[in-house]
């Protein structure tokens, strides 16, 4: 089992215009504020080739998924 790495808090000052927009994007993504300038963060790190080799994966926050009924197969199982 591996020790879950403590996650970095950092002070970010954001033009409210920004924020509101990153905020509706967030939501249509059903991510929160934080979540999505991780993400953004990630993939321009990515995109730029400097994304760490190993970096933690993104928690997974919010409700799991449903199970479906008893019987029943999920579309996604085909």
Do not use: C
Not at 24 to 31: K, P, Q, T, V
Not at 36 to 42: G, T
Not at 50 to 63: V, Y
């Amino acid at each position: 089992m591996t020790a879950r790495r403590e996650r970095k808090q950092v002070l970010l000052r954001l033009d409210p215009g920004v924020y509101e927009a990153l905020a509706r994007w967030a939501a249509d993504d059903l991510r929160s504020a934080n979540s999505q300038i991780e993400f953004l963060l990630r993939r321009a790190l990515a995109d730029a080739g400097r994304l760490p080799s190993a970096p933690a994966p993104l928690p997974r926050r919010g409700r799991p998924p449903k199970a479906p009924p008893t019987g029943q197969a999920r579309p996604e199982d085909g």
